[in-house]
């Protein structure tokens, strides 16, 4: 006999976090947080983490984060395939959004690049087949895109938070300068430092200017952003258009070469 009074079982929203080519440490950064994680755990059901779980459910997902970029076909094939599982799909980390370390390998040749990351003494590892590097919206469709190198962990619970109130997420697009001026850090730039602060999207809480280390993007550009004036700015405070060029290609060469900025 059904109980009337028994409070039926809420529904927790599904949840997986999958990676592919890329560190792990935009990973790390969701484990590592602990006690909100395990306070959020019980909201949740967390349902694929192969990083931390021996046992993976194949789908389907509400919401699916995806760390790394596509590299190989293996990739490729990964990511179309939570793409059909989820619901929402998230790029979470800077390989993700805007192709990071490894999409310099297009300012190289890709041959030279693979010979030495990829081949062992016997040739390119088996079943092994790369790919030119890519951020992943370029192969399927992403409903939020969160860049870092890592992202900090206030945005992965902002994120979860707002659709478990189902609020429409928002997504921090102010540049590291607003974090410099809400923490009253003097500008670098202002002292003939390098830094890309105008140019960069925050979230970070302006970590590097922090310490006094110039910001080198790994955020990545802002969603809007005039890079010729900013690339003036920077010019005027003797921080030369090669230095910035190469600071650029680190962490989103993919992205600026994109939006117009010639890198190579």
């Known amino acids: 006999m059904n109980n009337p009074f028994k409070k039926e079982e809420k529904i927790k929203p599904k949840v997986a976090i999958h990676s592919i080519t890329g560190c792990a440490g935009c990973q790390l950064v969701i484990y590592f947080i602990k006690d909100k994680l395990l306070e959020l755990l019980g909201?949740?059901?967390?349902?694929?983490?192969p990083m931390?779980?021996?046992?993976?459910?194949?789908?389907?997902?509400?919401?699916?984060?995806?760390?790394?970029?596509?590299?190989?076909?293996?990739?490729?094939?990964?990511?179309?395939?939570?793409?059909?599982?989820?619901?929402?799909?998230?790029?979470?980390?800077?390989?993700?959004?805007?192709?990071?370390?490894?999409?310099?390998?297009?300012?190289?040749?890709?041959k030279t690049v693979e010979a030495a990351v990829y081949k062992n003494r016997t040739g390119l590892k088996k079943g092994l087949k790369p790919l030119t590097p890519t951020p992943i919206e370029e192969h399927v469709k992403v409903d939020?895109?969160?860049?870092?190198?890592?992202?900090?962990?206030?945005?992965?619970?902002?994120?979860?938070?707002?659709?478990?109130?189902?609020?429409?997420?928002?997504?921090?697009?102010?540049?590291?300068?607003?974090?410099?001026?809400?923490?009253?850090?003097?500008?670098?730039?202002?002292?003939?430092?390098?830094?890309?602060?105008?140019?960069?999207?925050?979230?970070?809480?302006?970590?590097?200017?922090?310490?006094?280390?110039?910001?080198?993007?790994?955020?990545?550009?802002?969603?809007?952003v005039n890079i010729p004036q900013v690339m003036k700015l920077l010019e005027a405070n003797g921080i030369s258009e090669k230095l910035v060029k190469q600071r650029l290609q680190k962490y989103a060469g993919l992205k600026f070469e994109k939006l117009g900025v010639k890198l190579k």
């Open 144 to 224: 939020f895109s969160i860049s870092g190198c890592p992202p900090e962990e206030i945005e992965f619970l902002r994120l979860v938070k707002h659709l478990l109130l189902q609020m429409n997420p928002v997504i921090y697009n102010e540049p590291v300068c607003v974090e410099c001026t809400k923490r009253e850090i003097k500008c670098l730039l202002e002292d003939g430092k390098e830094c890309l602060g105008p140019l960069i999207r925050g979230g970070c809480d302006a970590l590097c200017p922090g310490v006094n280390h110039g910001c080198t993007g790994c955020h990545g550009p802002l969603e809007s």
């Open 52 to 110: 931390i779980k021996g046992k993976n459910d194949e789908g389907p997902y509400d919401l699916c984060f995806v760390e790394g970029l596509v590299a190989s076909e293996e990739d490729l094939e990964h990511l179309k395939k939570w793409r059909e599982q989820s619901k929402v799909l998230v790029a979470w980390g800077t390989c993700a959004t805007h192709g990071n370390v490894p999409g310099i390998k297009i300012f190289m040749d890709e």
């Open 43 to 49: 909201e949740i059901d967390l349902v694929a983490a």
